[in-house]
């Protein structure tokens, strides 16, 4: 079965743009998270989608966003970009919401410019 | 204060120790622990996963569980160069269970 696939896998963008990342999870998982990943704050929750809805959101401004699709794919975007946005977003999928095991993606590394 | 303390190291031990990763946390409202190996440039890769206090056992891996204390530990024994990695611990409460929260993440290098 395949992973948890994430494109693009690397990223150059300069401030006050916006940026879309996206993710495929692996077949049959219906539960998306995002995190973001940083050398000073490490591994933060960013949001959580399941049958198309969010369902859990981090403590992270309206600058992040997200969205699914019916086929569990999932997009994140963000907009007005700002040097710290610079990090590893990290996409993680499971068969359904609550506890479940989440598995990883490779990530997509993001560098503001 | 972080709801979640993890020595971020680095760590270097010679090939065959016993390692022991450990972090504390705060919210009382963890009940799910977890355990992951990230590589470089890699995704988080689940090595133990815990509910509650007690024990676990896969292979190398050990993973102790101390509500009272919380405070939670994993033990690697036989330490091979292949465990060489960024050891980060991630928990949970069960409202909002795939809401982790994690670590800051150990660095751990083995020595042939």
């Known amino acids: 079965k395949a992973g948890v696939t994430q494109t693009p896998r690397y990223l150059i963008k300069t401030r006050g743009q916006q940026v879309t990342l996206s993710c495929s999870p692996i077949?049959?998982?219906?539960?998306v998270s995002w995190y973001q990943q940083t050398p000073g704050q490490g591994l933060q929750f960013l949001f959580e989608?399941?049958?198309?809805?969010?369902?859990n959101k981090g403590n992270f401004p309206g600058r992040f966003s997200g969205r699914q699709f019916s086929n569990s794919r999932s997009e994140m975007n963000v907009s007005t970009l700002e040097l710290g946005d610079s990090a590893l977003y990290l996409c993680?999928?499971?068969?359904?919401?609550?506890?479940?095991?989440?598995?990883f993606g490779p990530g997509t590394r993001l560098l503001v410019l | 204060q972080k709801e979640v303390e993890q020595d971020p190291g680095p760590l270097s031990v010679p090939e065959g120790a016993i390692v022991s990763l450990n972090c504390t946390y705060s919210?009382?409202?963890?009940?799910?622990f977890m355990w992951y190996r990230q590589y470089s440039r890699k995704g988080p890769e689940l090595l133990m996963y815990?509910?509650?206090?007690g024990n676990k056992e896969d292979g190398r891996f050990t993973a102790q569980v101390d509500k009272s204390s919380k405070y939670i530990s994993l033990f690697i024994r036989d330490s091979q160069p292949s465990d060489s990695a960024t050891y980060l611990c991630?928990?949970?409460?069960?409202?909002?269970?795939?809401?982790?929260?994690f670590g800051q993440g150990t660095r751990l290098t083995i020595n042939p």
């Open positions: 989608y399941f049958s198309e809805t969010q369902r």
């Open positions: 991630a928990m949970s409460g069960i409202q909002g269970a795939q809401k982790l929260v």
């Open positions: 077949s049959g998982h219906r539960s």
């Open positions: 815990t509910y509650s206090s």
């Open positions: 993680a999928s499971s068969y359904t919401t609550g506890m479940e095991t989440q598995y």
């Open positions: 919210n009382s409202a963890f009940q799910y």
